[in-house]
């Protein structure tokens, strides 16, 4: 069984920092790529960042600069450091895990910035 669990979310003040959390299991998790996608009320959920098996990294234009991706796959966990939040941040952060036609999300944490 497939699991991801998210931590690390919470209330923040703008400009400020949190880093949230994923933990894996169920998968061999040094071959999936990994996200972490976000969604703000009324809005449809987005990638905001990924990171490959081979720890290359993407980012969404609304982060980039202010996010950054990390895995520890001895560990099967997956990192996203959020500096400089914006109230537009706001949203539920969930944890993704894609591989050879195969996709799978956390349960998600919330996160929200207040101006």
């Known amino acids: 069984q497939v699991q991801l669990v998210e931590s690390g979310g919470g209330l923040v003040q703008a400009g400020g920092s949190l880093r949230l959390s994923c933990a894996a299991s169920?998968?061999?998790?040094?071959?999936?790529?990994m996200g972490w996608g976000r969604q703000a009320p009324g809005k449809q959920r987005e990638l905001a960042a990924t990171?490959?098996?081979?720890?290359?990294?993407n980012y969404a234009d609304s982060v980039k600069g202010r996010f950054t991706i990390s895995r520890y796959n001895a560990k099967n966990t997956v990192y996203l450091q959020m500096n400089s939040l914006e109230p537009l941040d706001t949203a539920v952060y969930y944890c993704?895990?894609?591989?050879?036609?195969?996709?799978?999300w956390g349960q998600g944490t919330q996160v929200t910035v207040s101006s």
């Open positions: 993704n895990a894609m591989s050879r036609g195969r996709n799978y």
């Open positions: 990171i490959s098996g081979g720890a290359n990294t």
């Open positions: 169920g998968i061999t998790f040094s071959i999936y790529n």
